[in-house]
């Protein structure tokens, strides 16, 4: 089924001109969809939201790194989250500065879909048998809940509330040694039961040596020249 509309979570920083071309792209298509931009302690987006119809927050910048703290973990969650609480769509698109838009989306098959990636992370770590040890229907397809993915924002909320009130930073970063915004997102969810699968509207140009002819309307990290083109 076609997501004739969807909302979209755009984290930022400051590159004005691949925002412009990654909204310009994705309101081709998505012309009346709900877009929180959110700048991150970076530059002033506040004109460019005007112009693309996008709800705009200035937030403190946290500079999201590999094994970062959980301060800043924590903060960029309750950015996730506020964002799937006030969308008024059931379906939410993960917008980054390498995600190209070029057609509408399906209906994912899982609660939660993207890039796959990640595999030799959940089979040597604990959290994988972690994860299993409460649901071992699960199959492990890897994390990819960044740029490019794509989930239910109902679900993220119970399952980020979940994660807040029960689960311990610290035994996540230990049982998986990296502390990055993909892969606890990913996590949230599998912990709370829900299967993470590839998306199947999605391209991945480092994987998908096919991606400028495949019709996927979703491409992750395409070169520049191609995001900036018309």
């Not at 990654?22 to 991150?40: E, G, K, M, N, Q």
């Not at 004109?47 to 996008?54: K, L, R, V, W, Y």
């Not at 399952?159 to 009130?165: A, F």
């Amino acid at each position: 089924m076609i997501l004739e509309t969807l909302g979209a979570f755009y984290h930022c920083y400051r590159d004005p001109e691949a925002t412009r071309h990654v909204l310009r792209h994705f309101r081709r298509h998505y012309p009346v969809a709900t877009v929180h931009l959110i700048s991150d302690g970076g530059a002033d987006f506040t004109e460019m939201a005007a112009e693309f119809g996008c709800v705009y927050f200035h937030e403190r910048n946290i500079g999201l790194q590999i094994r970062t703290g959980k301060e800043t973990m924590h903060e960029w969650i309750r950015r996730v989250l506020r964002v799937c609480e006030q969308c008024p769509e059931d379906w939410i698109l993960t917008l980054e500065d390498d995600v190209l838009v070029r057609g509408k989306l399906h209906v994912p098959q899982y609660q939660i879909a993207g890039p796959r990636q990640g595999w030799q992370l959940y089979n040597g770590r604990p959290i994988w048998p972690y994860i299993q040890s409460r649901h071992p229907e699960l199959v492990n397809n890897g994390y990819g809940g960044g740029g490019g993915s794509m989930f239910n924002r109902r679900t993220a909320v119970a399952c980020i509330r979940h994660y807040l009130d029960n689960e311990d930073f610290d035994e996540w970063r230990r049982m998986t040694g990296y502390v990055a915004s993909d892969i606890w997102l990913t996590t949230m969810f599998m912990v709370c039961g829900y299967q993470f699968g590839p998306g199947e509207d999605l391209a991945e140009c480092i994987r998908d040596l096919d991606w400028r002819t495949s019709g996927r309307a979703v491409v992750h990290q395409p070169p520049r020249e191609v995001l900036t083109g018309e």
